[in-house]
């Protein structure tokens, strides 16, 4: 898809990791909240959550929007702390790392998750799979050196 690509490319510029986190989460916010939870600007072109997750520092609900990895077969999410490979993790994965209680608006939908930090073969095996899912990850890990931060997204029991 010729769309897609474009965006993929677009995507991978530095000019759009300076720009993209102050426009697009702003956007995702308001469409979201206009629609009452049905429509998520970004995920037209990529799954996407509204996370709330609590706080590192403040104990605060934030509420974040992200793009995400469904695992439709093990009824988890995966959640990529990108940054748009911008230096720095992104304030939501130290929020996770701190607490990791949080609920998700997965297509209108709230769902109480608890979020799981990836690591070693497990982490591996899910950043294979996110790079074929969205190639342009990998230009985000090697303009930071930082290890990218996985996380893996599980509903709780009601």
């Given at each position: 898809?010729?769309?897609?690509?474009?965006?993929?490319?677009?995507?991978?510029?530095?000019?759009?990791?300076?720009?993209?986190?102050?426009?697009?989460?702003?956007?995702?916010?308001?469409?979201?909240?206009?629609?009452?939870g049905?429509?998520?600007?970004?995920?037209?072109?990529?799954?996407?959550?509204?996370?709330t997750s609590?706080?590192?520092?403040?104990g605060?609900?934030?509420?974040?929007?992200?793009?995400?990895?469904?695992?439709?077969?093990?009824?988890?999410?995966?959640?990529?702390?990108?940054?748009?490979?911008?230096?720095?993790?992104?304030?939501?994965?130290?929020?996770?790392?701190?607490?990791?209680?949080?609920?998700?608006?997965?297509?209108?939908?709230?769902?109480?998750?608890?979020?799981?930090?990836?690591?070693?073969?497990?982490?591996?095996?899910?950043?294979?799979a996110?790079?074929?899912?969205?190639?342009?990850?990998?230009?985000?890990?090697a303009?930071?050196?930082?290890?990218?931060?996985?996380?893996?997204?599980?509903?709780?029991?009601?």
């Amino acid at each position: 898809m010729i769309g897609v690509r474009m965006v993929q490319k677009v995507s991978s510029t530095r000019g759009f990791a300076r720009v993209a986190p102050h426009v697009v989460p702003a956007l995702d916010r308001a469409v979201h909240r206009l629609t009452r939870g049905r429509v998520l600007l970004s995920a037209r072109l990529l799954p996407g959550v509204i996370l709330t997750s609590t706080g590192a520092r403040s104990g605060l609900p934030r509420r974040t929007p992200l793009a995400c990895m469904p695992e439709p077969e093990k009824g988890t999410w995966i959640l990529v702390g990108s940054n748009f490979g911008r230096p720095g993790h992104p304030a939501w994965t130290a929020n996770l790392l701190a607490r990791p209680d949080a609920e998700i608006n997965w297509k209108g939908a709230d769902i109480p998750v608890t979020a799981r930090l990836l690591r070693g073969e497990e982490r591996a095996a899910v950043w294979r799979a996110a790079l074929a899912f969205w190639p342009p990850y990998a230009t985000y890990q090697a303009r930071v050196e930082r290890e990218i931060r996985l996380f893996r997204l599980v509903p709780r029991d009601s």
